[in-house]
């Protein structure tokens, strides 16, 4: 008897002091904390060139396999961010907040070609077609979500992932 009163009295103390796992940095859960917000340069945020000139000669009768470009522009501010770990990777998953109703197809863009990062910071900008013909509307009728899955092997360079709005970004560290 005396010896089951004191097994359960050891084992529910070792169950308590695991309490603490939750929070320290061992937990895969707690690699990528919070996000931050910050304000974003407006010179960043501007496109150069004059959209309506072609960049290249084209003539009407000679037909090029063109890549297809996306249309999108970014999305005035970035309300949330978070880094969701799986057993492959992670999925990157970004809420934006578009100046109008109607924003579609919205993708996280990467900044760098073949999504490298660049001094352990993996940088995104989060884009979507927006017509500019539609109402303002509520914020919560103009609230949009992209997300993408990045692999273990992109993951043991960074240290930081930064998503990009118009306005502001948001970064989370490890």
């Known amino acids: 008897m005396h010896r089951r009163v004191f097994l359960s009295m050891t084992g ?11 929070d320290s940095r061992i937990n895969p859960r707690n690699w990528f904390g919070r996000s931050t917000s910050r304000a974003r340069d407006t010179a960043a ?23 297809e470009v996306y249309p999108g522009t970014p999305v005035d501010q970035i309300t949330a961010l978070a880094v969701e770990r799986t057993s492959d990777g992670a999925i990157i998953r970004a809420t934006g907040q578009t100046a109008r109703q109607g924003a579609f197809d919205v993708r996280l863009v990467p900044e760098q070609p073949e ?16 017509p500019s013909e539609t109402p303002q509307g509520p914020a919560r009728t103009r609230q949009v979500h992209a997300g993408v899955f990045v692999s273990n092997q992109t993951l043991e360079q960074v240290t930081a992932v930064r998503v990009r709005g118009l306005r502001n970004e948001r970064v989370s560290r490890r």
């Not at 529910?12 to 796992?21: D, I, K, P, R, S």
């Open 12 to 22: 529910a103390l070792a169950l308590a002091g695991c309490g603490g796992f939750r």
């Open 45 to 67: 945020a501007s496109t150069g060139g004059n959209p309506l000139i072609p960049e290249d000669d084209e003539s009407i009768f000679r037909r090029r396999n063109r890549e």
């Open 115 to 130: 999504n490298a990062p660049v001094g352990g910071v993996l940088s995104y900008e989060l884009q979507a077609v927006q």
